[in-house]
Every structure is written in C-alpha cells, then in structure tokens.
C-alpha cells in the first residue's frame, strides 16, 4: 500500500513527458547542473536539477536521467521561490561559457571595441573629426569638448566665445563650432555643434594638452558605452550613431578586412584557416582568417563554442548580469537633470555621502567644506590642483574610510578643494567629491550608459 500511495502522489505532483519513456535511453543531468532537493507540498522529496521552466511549472532532471514536469504549486513555497528566481540563460552560462571574458560577450553582441591607453589615469583613444585623426580622451565627468587648436587645424570655425564652461578651477571662454562629421570606429556623426576652447589655457607651466576632444558623457550615452578599466578597453554600439557602417541587426559582430572591408556577421563554424560567416542578410561567407586585420584574425582564432553557445543560449544576459555572476557589484548610477554626469552612492567616515564618477580626474579628489563635515583630516591649503579656469588652492586630506558597497578604501590621503567655487555647497549640489581614474583602476571598475551601471571589485 505505501508503494501504491506513492506513486499515486509523484503522478499528481510529475508528470513525465513522452521522451523521458522508459523505451528511450535517458539523458543524465547537463554537465554542472546544480542538484537539490525539491520538496512537495506533502513531504516527499525528489533530489533533481532543474533545466527548464515556465510560468507554472519546472522541469527537472532526476540523477538517473529522467525528466519530469512538477506544476509550481505542488512544490513548497521556498522551492517556488527558487524556480522563479531560477534563470536558464544564467545557467547554461555558468556551465558552459563562464570562461568568455566581457570583451568577448560585448563584441559577440555587435560592440565595437577599442583598446585605450592610459596617460597617468586617463582614457586615451583615437578617433577622427572632419576626417582628420584625433587623439580623444573619455570624460564621463565632462560634455564633449574640443581644443579651438586643433578644431582650426582641421579648418573647422569656432564661433565666438560667448559661452562658458566650468571647471574645478573656474570658468573659461567657449564656442560653438560646426563639426561636418565626427568618427569613433565605424560610429560616425553628421552635423553637430560641438563646444571648443583653449585646452592650452591656465595649465601648469610647461605644459600642454595632451588631447584634441574630450569624449563626454553625452557621446558615451548614446553610443551605449561601455567602459572596462581590468581590460584596458572601450566599447560602442556604432548602430547608435547617425551612420553605421557596417548596417544591420547588432546581434552580429563588425568584421573588418585588410582592404577596408567592414561586415557584419557570426562565426559559425571555424578550421584553423578559413572561417564561415553567417551574415546579416542570411547568406554564408568563408573568408581565409588571414584576409581579416589583426584584430579579427585574433578573435576568430580564439572563437570557441563557448561564443555560440553564447549567442544561441544567453542573448538576455545584460551587462549587469554578465558581471553580477562574476563577483562583481553594482551600483545604480544617477544623473542630475540638466548632466551628463553620473552619480554613485557611498560612505566618507561612516557618513552616506554621493560621487560624481569622472574618468577624467587623474586622480579623486573632495570638496574642501564635505572634507571637513564628514571628519577628515584636513591640512594647510598649500597645494594646487590644476583644471579649467587654471589653478586653485587645495589641501591634503587624510581619510580614514571610504565604501561603496563592501568595497573598502582605508587610510587613504587625497586633495580637496573648493570644487563649486563658492556657488552654493555640496549639499545644494548633491555630491561631496570625484571619484576619479586612481580608485576606478584599482578597484577594476566597470562603467555601462546601456543599463546606468558602475560595477566594482575589490580582489
């Protein structure tokens, strides 16, 4: 009797589907499924994984390789919960693609990617305006600005200095200027007005800048951006701009060929000499990996079923996810209205305080009064930080703590200075500091315009 009543229970609580019959041979488990004990609502428990699941019901893999279906509300409540919160895309990448770095998951997704040099802390790529080459640097703390220099080298027209832009040093003279066109890989703009000054003015003695644009946050925005400090790389959507070269759905990776060739497309299969395609269009291209330049020559000799499996099994993961499952925390980035610019919330001494996440600060820096407030050891203003409006005084600060999340900086010295230049205070501005290039290269930082994401990690 009790065999018969149990069974009479796993028919109520299983149903079997056709191909898990007993006259086909089952299937164990895929590879690393995580097992568990699933409980029904009247105690008996079945050691299974699951590998698929829909509104109302799972399905699990038993050890012996059987498959069944349990309706979601004949489990009890804490296994409910685990199959909702159970993701298969998750999954299938915890088990057969967590080896794909994120450059690899970005650029199987159609990014474009550019590796970027440091210049001390700052991000440095190449880029072109009124096709001409520029060295460009990413700014999220700034609006994308030009050096009236090299804007009339390139025989474009600053308009009149009537405009102001402001730094942490002060203010300085701007003008609109006309730029035909305006180049980041295959990103292309057309027509736009873009600010330019004298990058030159107000600076140390000596010295000079060592750019042609700052790359601002609104650029970055658009364009999707993605910004990776542990892999030195900057990535675009280039079908967020007014021209996209290649065309086409960014499911598909940009492929470029020596003779200037750009196509859009995925790696179906691969011999160590000769690669397939699958393009945009539908059709099938073999191409000898050695008519790609160096870069695509490097990807598809690294390309691995990992990549399609990818592509074929985890098209939902967000960015988000993608890092979440690699350790990483994150943070919701705020924008003020009227900014570009992004903010994160943190501590400074055990207060709650807020940053503004600039890569364009060499290193973090604090508002002198914030500093003060918030228990810092602050000394003599005999220091100098340098920027736009030229040089103000500053002072070595001493910190005892800072957190974002569980990350932790202690016993760090900075410079602080009066970052709003007697307009208003941090309070009326809402953030106390730059949380600049120096802590995002240490604590491998992650910046996303597509999900408004800072990702960090403290190893």
Same mark, same amino acid.
């Given at each position: 009797?009790?065999?018969?009543?149990?069974?009479?229970?796993?028919?109520?609580?299983?149903?079997?589907?056709?191909?898990?019959?007993?006259?086909?041979?089952?299937?164990?488990?895929?590879?690393?499924?995580?097992?568990?004990?699933?409980?029904?609502?009247?105690?008996?428990?079945?050691?299974?994984?699951?590998?698929?699941?829909?509104?109302?019901?799972?399905?699990?893999?038993?050890?012996?390789?059987?498959?069944?279906?349990?309706?979601?509300?004949?489990?009890?409540?804490?296994?409910?919960?685990?199959?909702?919160?159970?993701?298969?895309?998750?999954?299938?990448?915890?088990?057969?693609?967590?080896?794909?770095?994120?450059?690899?998951?970005?650029?199987?997704?159609?990014?474009?990617?550019?590796?970027?040099?440091?210049?001390?802390?700052?991000?440095?790529?190449?880029?072109?305006?009124?096709?001409?080459?520029?060295?460009?640097?990413?700014?999220?703390?700034?609006?994308?600005?030009?050096?009236?220099?090299?804007?009339?080298?390139?025989?474009?027209?600053?308009?009149?200095?009537?405009?102001?832009?402001?730094?942490?040093?002060?203010?300085?003279?701007?003008?609109?200027?006309?730029?035909?066109?305006?180049?980041?890989?295959?990103?292309?703009?057309?027509?736009?007005?873009?600010?330019?000054?004298?990058?030159?003015?107000?600076?140390?003695?000596?010295?000079?800048?060592?750019?042609?644009?700052?790359?601002?946050?609104?650029?970055?925005?658009?364009?999707?951006?993605?910004?990776?400090?542990?892999?030195?790389?900057?990535?675009?959507?280039?079908?967020?701009?007014?021209?996209?070269?290649?065309?086409?759905?960014?499911?598909?990776?940009?492929?470029?060929?020596? =003779?200037?060739? #750009?196509?859009?497309?995925?790696? $179906?299969?691969?011999?160590?000499? *000769?690669?397939?395609? %699958?393009?945009?269009? !539908?059709?099938?291209?073999?191409?000898?990996?050695?008519?790609?330049?160096?870069?695509?020559?490097?990807?598809?000799?690294?390309?691995?079923?990992?990549?399609?499996?990818?592509?074929?099994?985890?098209?939902?993961?967000?960015?988000?996810?993608?890092?979440?499952?690699?350790?990483?925390?994150?943070?919701?980035?705020?924008?003020?209205?009227?900014?570009?610019?992004?903010?994160?919330?943190?501590?400074?001494?055990?207060?709650?305080?807020?940053?503004?996440?600039?890569?364009?600060?060499?290193?973090?820096?604090?508002?002198?009064?914030?500093?003060?407030?918030?228990?810092?050891?602050?000394?003599?203003? =005999?220091?100098? #930080?340098?920027?736009?409006?030229? $040089?103000?005084?500053?002072?070595? *600060?001493?910190?005892? %703590?800072?957190?974002? !999340?569980?990350?932790?900086?202690?016993?760090?010295?900075?410079?602080?200075?009066?970052?709003?230049?007697?307009?208003?205070?941090?309070?009326?501005?809402?953030?106390?500091?730059?949380?600049?290039?120096?802590?995002?290269?240490?604590?491998?930082?992650?910046?996303?315009?597509?999900?408004?994401?800072?990702?960090?990690?403290?190893?």
């Amino acid at each position: 009797m009790k065999i018969h009543r149990l069974r009479l229970f796993l028919l109520s609580l299983l149903t079997i589907p056709a191909f898990a019959s007993e006259e086909q041979k089952p299937a164990p488990p895929p590879a690393e499924a995580v097992t568990r004990d699933f409980r029904g609502t009247n105690g008996v428990v079945i050691k299974a994984a699951i590998i698929d699941k829909t509104e109302t019901e799972a399905v699990l893999a038993t050890r012996d390789g059987k498959r069944m279906k349990v309706a979601l509300d004949n489990l009890v409540e804490e296994d409910r919960a685990y199959v909702k919160s159970w993701s298969k895309e998750e999954d299938v990448f915890l088990r057969k693609c967590r080896r794909l770095s994120i450059r690899q998951c970005l650029e199987l997704r159609g990014y474009e990617s550019f590796e970027f040099r440091f210049d001390g802390n700052h991000i440095m790529i190449d880029g072109k305006v009124n096709g001409k080459p520029a060295r460009m640097m990413a700014d999220t703390g700034a609006h994308t600005l030009l050096h009236d220099g090299f804007a009339k080298s390139v025989s474009l027209e600053v308009g009149p200095m009537t405009e102001k832009i402001y730094g942490v040093a002060g203010e300085q003279e701007a003008g609109w200027t006309a730029v035909p066109s305006f180049q980041i890989g295959e990103a292309v703009f057309k027509d736009r007005k873009i600010l330019a000054a004298d990058m030159n003015k107000d600076r140390p003695p000596g010295s000079k800048s060592n750019y042609d644009l700052l790359l601002g946050a609104d650029f970055m925005n658009q364009l999707d951006g993605v910004i990776s400090y542990p892999e030195q790389r900057i990535f675009f959507r280039p079908d967020r701009s007014d021209e996209d070269a290649a065309g086409g759905s960014t499911d598909f990776r940009l492929f470029k060929t020596k =003779d200037g060739k #750009v196509m859009r497309g995925k790696v $179906v299969s691969k011999t160590p000499t *000769v690669a397939t395609l %699958k393009l945009v269009n !539908g059709r099938e291209s073999q191409m000898p990996v050695s008519n790609f330049i160096e870069a695509d020559q490097t990807y598809l000799n690294a390309w691995t079923e990992e990549g399609a499996l990818f592509m074929e099994h985890c098209g939902g993961l967000s960015v988000e996810d993608i890092l979440r499952l690699r350790s990483y925390q994150s943070f919701q980035i705020r924008r003020v209205p009227h900014s570009k610019h992004v903010y994160v919330d943190g501590t400074l001494n055990d207060h709650k305080v807020t940053y503004c996440i600039d890569t364009g600060a060499f290193n973090s820096l604090l508002h002198i009064d914030a500093a003060k407030r918030y228990g810092c050891d602050v000394g003599p203003m =005999d220091q100098e #930080v340098w920027g736009i409006g030229g $040089v103000q005084p500053a002072a070595a *600060v001493k910190i005892d %703590k800072i957190t974002l !999340g569980s990350c932790v900086l202690t016993n760090r010295k900075l410079l602080a200075a009066d970052l709003f230049r007697g307009d208003a205070t941090d309070e009326d501005h809402g953030w106390i500091g730059l949380f600049g290039g120096d802590f995002m290269r240490e604590l491998e930082a992650y910046i996303t315009y597509t999900e408004d994401r800072f990702f960090l990690i403290q190893r």
